[in-house]
Every structure is written in C-alpha cells, then in structure tokens.
C-alpha cells in the first residue's frame, strides 16, 4: 500500500491559490488537523461554514482522489515525527552545523519522496524509456541537476543533452520531434527561460516533464507530466539553492532508477562497458586496438 504523507504541506502551499470557500477549508483543517482527520467531508464543510461539495472540490483542486486520501495523508503527517528545522546562527559551533543541515536535509528529502505522485512518475519513465532524445535545461542552480541527470542517463546509452543557455537549448528544441522528451528544471516554477524551452518544446509535440517545487506554477502548467520537490523555502544560509538542489537531485535519482530496473539487463552492461571505459582512460595510450562489445 502506498505511504501517505504531506496533507498538510500541500494544503499549507496550495491555500494562498484556492478559491475563497475552499480557502476556508484549508485554513480549517490547518488549525484542526487531528479533529478534521475524523470527520466526514459534511462535517468540515459544517465546521468551516462552507459545504461538503466544496470539500470535494477541494480535493480536486489538490489533485487528490478524495476525502479520505486527504485524511490518511494528513494522518500520516501527524504520525511522523517531527525535525525541527532553524538556520545557522553567527559563529555556530560545528557540531550544531552538522546537526542542523542533516536534520534539513533529512526532511526535504523525506517531504519530497511523499510529494511524489507514483502515476505520474509512471508516465514519466515511460516517456523516458521511449524517447528517441533527452533534452534537459535548467538554469542557476537547477543547471547542476540538469548536468547530473545527463550524466546518468547517457552512460546508459540514452541519447541525451543539457542545456544551460538558452540559445542553445531554445536551437537544439526546436529541432526536436514527436517521441522526444524535453525536462525543464526550476525549483521556483517560474524561470522565464525554462518555461520558454518547453513552449517551444510544446510547439514541436515532444513530451514535456517539468520538475518544480510543488504548487501551481507557469513551468507545471506547460508540461505532460509534472514533478515535484518540497516547496519548502531556502534559509538565508542555504540560499545558495541547497536543499532545492538536494531535493531535485532525488527526485531524478528516482527517476533514473525507475528506468534502469525497467531494463534492468541492458542497464547492467551499459554500466559495465562505461565503467571498463572510463578505467582505460588512466592507462598509456597504446597501438593496441581495445574493443569493448
């Protein structure tokens, strides 16, 4: 049975976008998560002062299945243990430093792995694993998970490329054909370029997956398939995109290894080859002639 977690963090990011009546909802079930989770979806539109069809609105505009998948996530939220979370104070021993970026790091991969809606990943592996070409491109920071994810998928024998520049990346989309797959990466959801490769990307009908933090956003909108990480903000410390950074890098491990147990096989001896190449690369350059089928 699939885990269910981050009621409340989807709740708490989407409140701000919802619909007045809803709204209301949300803000209710924040205050009183331990009562809600007893309720029937009549009762929280009693309590609310709103009604039971715009619970179940609600729930589709959290793009859950209903009621009851709201209440076993909030549930499991008010089951699992909590970190508590701060941000370095000046001239923080070491020990604390350690203590606090572990515990961060902790939970922003543990909200991210909740977040994960399984059937869309599904319709990304699938994507991936049908591509004719990969295209990744963020930009900033979310360039190194576009650069990670490239170096995964390519050693796999994935025809695959990243981008960072716009240019290059707006040049080598718009080339791309049905059957393509282009992956734009931003943790906010509103880079101005990313959004600008997939519109391009759309324009040409390859598949597009976008990966952002969860919540409505311009770069989700413009995608097939939509990822999530943690939407939970960066400290000033950490503003340098660590835990987003941290959290992407998950999700597209995740997303990797869906695809090598897919094809488990010829994973296995694409890692062999690249890795027996990659050895060779230390070693003098001969006349020799090294074969590696």
């Known amino acids: 049975m699939e885990k269910m977690n981050s009621g409340l963090l989807i709740l708490a990011e989407m409140e701000a976008s919802l619909p ?8 209710y079930i924040l205050k009183h998560p331990a009562e809600a989770i007893k309720m029937t979806a009549i009762d929280i539109g009693k309590q609310s002062h709103t009604s039971s069809a715009a619970v179940i609105r609600l729930c589709k505009s959290l793009n859950l299945s209903g009621i009851q998948e709201l209440k076993l ?5 008010l089951q699992s243990e909590k970190i508590d979370v701060r941000d370095i104070e000046p001239n923080e021993p070491l020990e604390s430093i350690i203590d606090k970026i572990t515990n961060h790091s902790m939970q922003i991969l543990r909200e991210t792995a909740d977040l994960i809606d399984q059937k ?3 319709h990304a592996v699938d994507a991936i694993l049908n591509a004719k070409r990969i295209f990744f491109f963020g930009v900033g920071a979310s360039a190194i998970a576009a650069m990670d994810a490239y170096q995964k998928f390519v050693r796999i024998n994935k025809y695959c490329m990243f981008f960072t520049d716009t240019h290059l990346g707006a040049t080598a989309v718009v080339n791309a054909e049905e059957g ?7 943790f906010s959801g ?18 597009t997956i976008s990966l952002t933090r969860y919540g409505n956003s311009l770069i989700a909108s413009l ?3 939509c990822l999530y990480t943690s939407p939970k903000v960066e400290a000033t410390f950490r503003s340098g995109a660590t835990s987003s950074r941290l959290a992407q890098l998950h999700v597209l491990d995740i997303l990797f290894m869906c695809v090598a147990t897919s094809t488990y096989e010829e994973t296995i001896e694409y890692l062999d080859k690249t890795r027996t190449v990659i050895k060779t690369l230390h070693e003098k350059v001969g006349k020799r002639r090294i074969t590696y089928s």
């Open 223 to 225: 995608a097939d398939i």
């Open 120 to 122: 869309e990943l599904k």
């Open 190 to 207: 509103e880079t101005h370029e990313v959004a600008k490769v997939l519109e391009i990307a759309n324009g040409v009908n390859a598949t």
């Open 73 to 77: 996530r909030i549930a499991g939220d």
């Open 180 to 186: 393509d797959v282009v992956v734009g990466i931003s």
């Open 20 to 27: 007045p009546s809803e709204r209301k909802i949300a803000q």
